[in-house]
T-cell receptor
Framework: GAVVSQHPSWVICKSGTSVKIECRSL??????MFWYRQFPKQSLMLMAT?????????EQGVEKDKFLINHASLTLSTLTVTSAHPEDSSFYIC????????????FGPGTRLTVL | QKEVEQNSGPLSVPEGAIASLNCTYS??????FFWYRQYSGKSPELIMS????GDKEDGRFTAQLNKASQYVSLLIRDSQPSDSATYLC????????????FGSGTKLNVKP
């Protein structure tokens, strides 16, 4: 399957700081990437859909000014959590779709964010 | 009613047995169905996809789809302790190529 990487794998930050998470497709070009959040013992919740070269599409209830998404190239999408607070502590996972003709998504390894 | 429903489990089976995981969905227009496996603290990994009614086999895994009953299942034959994980069912949203609903997952324990 296609390989998606994320960096960092975990991060601890102080309340009020901003954190950037990178998502890369390693062996394919991803025109569309997705950002999910998963709280303990819950399922994945889609936060936003990221399209290369255009603005991200955010799901209802997700603050676009707080979760900044940039998909500057066909292999890189970034999620910046601005002014993070303890309630933003979660497991953030990106995924990428391989090609425009398939809807299969491959997930990155995830980033565990802890905000103190 | 949730868009995708799964029994949270845990489902316990002895090693070598068949594990049967079930998922129902509410959007009758859904066309794509996926099973992912998620180990604790890790991200989901794709097991298989299914698009047509009937069975689809891949190694020890068989996905079954019944669109009329809005039901999709995953059978794991010869279950191994390494299969112990949470299994997530994902169903696409009708008319939207990108978006999926994920079930809350079924935790499977395979006992040696």
């Amino acid at each position: 399957g296609a390989v998606v990487s994320q960096h960092p794998s975990w991060v601890i930050c102080k309340s009020g700081t901003s954190v950037k998470i990178e998502c890369r497709s390693l062996d394919f070009q991803a025109t569309t990437m997705f950002w999910y959040r998963q709280f303990p013992k819950q399922s994945l919740m889609l936060m936003a859909t990221s399209n290369e070269g255009s603005k991200a599409t955010y799901e209802q209830g997700v603050e676009k000014d707080k979760f900044l998404i940039n998909h500057a190239s066909l292999t890189l999408s970034t999620l910046t959590v601005t002014s993070a607070h303890p309630e933003d502590s979660s497991f953030y996972i990106c995924s990428a779709r391989v090609g425009a003709e398939t809807d299969t998504q491959y997930f990155g390894p995830g980033t565990r964010l802890t905000v103190l | 009613q949730k868009e995708v429903e799964q029994n949270s489990g845990p489902l316990s089976v002895p090693e070598g047995a068949i594990a049967s995981l079930n998922c129902t969905y509410s959007d009758r227009g859904s066309q794509s169905f996926f099973w992912y496996r998620q180990y604790s603290g890790k991200s989901p990994e794709l097991i298989m996809s299914i698009y047509s009614n009937g069975d689809k086999e891949d190694g020890r895994f068989t996905a079954q789809l019944n669109k009329a009953s809005q039901y999709v299942s995953l059978l794991i034959r010869d279950s191994q302790p390494s299969d112990s994980a949470t299994y997530l069912c994902a169903v696409n949203i009708a008319g939207n190529f990108n978006k999926f609903y994920f079930g809350s997952g079924t935790k499977l324990n395979v006992k040696p």
